[in-house]
């Protein structure tokens, strides 16, 4: 089973970016297809992005399109998340998961980063 790390997260002004990191242990990511969630007060988990095995396929959630890029490196055993033009709505505790198909739903997860964007 792999392990997820995320980080990366903090305290931004609204318009600022971030980047998320999520550390891959025990396993090699590139066994797995990907994904970001993230997890705003009194909120259930939502989907932010995903990303296939070989980073050639990409989806997105319609409100954070144009804005986050999800990408990975597996030499280095990392996914990242890029959020630009970051809003207050962004705001949320973002966690990273794994699934072995994109069939398949997510079943490693990490512990989450928290995000928060001031106005």
């Known amino acids: 089973q792999v392990q997820l790390v995320e980080s990366g997260g903090g305290l931004v002004q609204a318009g600022g970016s971030l980047r998320l990191s999520c550390a891959a242990s025990g396993s090699t990511i590139g066994k797995y297809n990907m994904g970001w969630f993230r997890q705003a007060p009194g909120k259930e988990r939502k989907f932010v992005a995903a990303i296939s095995w070989s980073g050639g396929t990409t989806s997105y959630e319609d409100s954070v399109k144009g804005r986050f890029s999800i990408s990975r490196d597996n030499a280095k055993n990392t996914v990242y998340l890029q959020m630009n033009n970051l809003k207050p709505e962004d705001t949320a505790v973002y966690y990273c998961?794994?699934?072995?198909?994109?069939?398949?739903?997510?079943?490693?997860w990490g512990q989450g980063t928290q995000v928060t964007v001031s106005s």
């Open positions: 998961a794994a699934r072995g198909t994109m069939d398949e739903n997510f079943h490693s």
